[in-house]
T-cell receptor, first 112, second 114 residues
Framework: KQEVTQIPAALSVPEGENLVLNCSFT??????LQWFRQDPGKGLTSLLL?????REQTSGRLNASLDKSSGRSTLYIAASQPGDSATYLC???????????FGKGTSLLVTP | DAGVIQSPRHEVTEMGQEVTLRCKPI?????LFWYRQTMMRGLELLIY????????DSGMPEDRFSAKMPNASFSTLKIQPSEPRDSAVYFC????????????FGSGTQLSVL
C-alpha cells in the first residue's frame, strides 16, 4: 500500500523567506504527483501536477520537483507572503488506478 | 462553471440517524470521488465512480456506508445508521477523463454525529 509522508507537519516562517516543503512516498510506480493547498474550512485546490516522466513544474512563485526513483518531491515557495498561509498536501496517483493517496499535509504560517 | 457543489455544508445529527450527503460534479467530468478527512487519518478515499459506475469502493469503511451516482450530475453518500466515529469532513471531487488530470474538490460537508 502506498504511504505518503510529509515533513514537517507544521512550519512558521517570516514573510519574504524562501521555503521548502517535503513529500516522500513508498512506491515509485506512480502516474503523477500533485500538490494541493487547503485553507481552513475549505476544500483543496490543486497547485501543481507533475507527471511521472517530468522532473519539475513551476507556477509563479511555486516550483515542485519530483525524484521518482528516490520517492521524493519538494514544493519550493519563493518570497513567501502571509497569503501563502495554508495547509499544503501532496498526493500520488498510482499506476494501477485513478485514486490519489494523500499525505497528511504541512501547515504553513507566514508571519508579517 | 460553479465548481464542485456539495450540500449541506454542515450536518449535525444524533447517533443512529440516517445522513445523506450530496454532490454535483463539474459538468463534463467523468470521474467522481468521495473522500473523508479527519485529523487522525488525513484524507481517505472512500469510493470513486467513472461514468456513473462505481469502480473502487474498497475504502468504504462498513456496510453502513453507501454511495450512488444515478446520473452524471449528481451523487450521494449515505450513512445509515450514523455513529459518532463517522464525524469528519466529507469531500467530493471530480476530474476529466484520462491520466494526469487535476482533481477539483468541493468545499466539503462537516459532519458531526452526537
Amino acid at each position: 500500500k502506498q504511504e505518503v509522508t510529509q515533513i514537517p507537519a507544521a512550519l512558521s516562517v517570516p514573510e519574504g523567506e524562501n521555503l521548502v516543503l517535503n513529500c516522500s512516498f513508498t512506491d515509485s510506480a506512480i502516474y503523477n504527483l500533485q500538490w494541493f493547498r487547503q485553507d481552513p474550512g475549505k476544500g483543496l485546490t490543486s497547485l501543481l501536477l507533475i507527471q511521472s516522466s517530468q522532473r519539475e513544474q513551476t507556477s509563479g512563485r511555486l516550483n515542485a520537483s519530483l525524484d521518482k526513483s528516490s520517492g521524493r518531491s519538494t514544493l519550493y515557495i519563493a518570497a513567501s507572503q502571509p497569503g501563502d498561509s495554508a495547509t499544503y498536501l501532496c498526493a500520488v496517483e498510482a499506476n494501477s488506478g485513478y485514486a490519489l493517496n494523500f499525505g497528511k499535509g504541512t501547515s504553513l504560517l507566514v508571519t508579517p | 462553471d460553479a465548481g464542485v457543489i456539495q450540500s449541506p455544508r454542515h450536518e449535525v445529527t444524533e447517533m443512529g440517524q440516517e445522513v445523506t450527503l450530496r454532490c454535483k460534479p463539474i459538468s463534463g467530468h467523468d470521474y467522481l470521488f468521495w473522500y473523508r478527512q479527519t485529523m487522525m487519518r488525513g484524507l481517505e478515499l472512500l469510493i470513486y465512480f467513472n461514468n456513473n459506475v462505481p469502480i473502487d469502493d474498497s475504502g468504504m469503511p462498513e456496510d453502513r456506508f453507501s454511495a450512488k451516482m444515478p446520473n452524471a450530475s449528481f451523487s450521494t453518500l449515505k450513512i445509515q445508521p450514523s455513529e459518532p466515529r463517522d464525524s469528519a469532513v466529507y469531500f467530493c471531487a471530480s476530474s476529466l477523463p484520462g491520466a494526469n488530470e487535476k482533481l477539483f474538490f468541493g468545499s466539503g460537508t462537516q459532519l458531526s454525529v452526537l
